[in-house]
């Protein structure tokens, strides 16, 4: 069979900040996952109207889980008019995604079974940060994000543990309210447990290179859309192909 799934996902980001150095945010994303899947014969055929216990064609809606951290921020002006800045941030992820039973268990009973999950369906603690010079017309921002699940759900599953880090260079290329970039991310996802046991098909290692043009319409407001793809994926068993990933940011500040 093939598969062919589109993803989005709706982030809302809300920033408290209790001085210049402290914050609290929360994140919550929406998530919208439409799968279409495709049963082939032994002769390359499709097979129109086959049922299948595992996949079929359909459209998921839900919350994901929602995270809430505070961030550490400090930033230094320069003698070039330019400022060096960086943020840690420390939290913890929320259960508030939807979970799903072992799917390959169901699968071996033959029972329908559902392998998108919009949450780990645990308490996971999160850390991350950057560091950022900008100067006038240009700036360099690297970036970092784990994530690890320590404990299973109710059903007996473990999320994987991930770890990423990226990079950025971006110059406004003469335009006051214009910035652009180029990404550079690696990404690596460990292998999730069932009761212990490693999930098939789980697992991977992404890095990635893309896009980002960034737009201030207004003194407090910005518009960032970025373009990525996989360039080198390693992964366990039989995982998905991702062509291109599409992000779009819009930010505003109440002071």
Do not use: C
Request: aromatic content about 12%; overall charge negative; hydrophobic content about 40%.
């Amino acid at each position: 069979h093939e598969l062919v799934f589109a993803m989005f996902n709706i982030t809302t980001s809300l920033s408290w900040f209790i001085n210049d150095m402290w914050g609290v945010e929360l994140i919550a994303p929406i998530r919208i996952v439409q799968s279409e899947a495709t049963f082939i014969g032994p002769e390359g055929l499709n097979l129109p109207g086959f049922g299948s216990i595992h996949h079929r064609d359909e459209t998921l809606v839900g919350i994901s889980d929602t995270t809430l951290q505070t961030r550490l921020s400090h930033a230094t002006p320069l003698d070039t008019g330019g400022r060096l800045s960086g943020s840690f941030y420390l939290g913890i992820s929320l259960p508030t995604g939807k979970i799903e039973p072992n799917p390959d268990a169901l699968g071996r009973a033959g029972l329908n079974h559902q392998h998108i999950f919009f949450g780990r369906g645990t308490f996971a603690p999160i850390s991350g940060g950057n560091i950022a010079l900008t100067q006038t017309n240009f700036g360099i921002e690297a970036w970092f994000n784990a994530i690890f699940p320590f404990y299973e759900n109710e059903f007996g599953y473990r999320a994987n543990r991930d770890i990423a880090g990226g990079f950025a260079f971006t110059h406004s290329l003469g335009l006051d309210d214009w910035d652009f970039g180029i990404l550079a991310d690696a990404y690596r996802n460990s292998t999730a447990l069932w009761e212990g046991e490693p999930q098939r098909n789980s697992g991977r290692t992404d890095f990635i290179l893309g896009s980002r043009f960034t737009w201030r319409w207004a003194e407090s407001s910005l518009a960032t859309l970025e373009f990525k793809r996989p360039v080198y994926t390693e992964a366990n068993g039989g995982q998905l192909a991702i062509p291109l990933m599409v992000s779009l940011s819009l930010g505003h500040s109440i002071l």
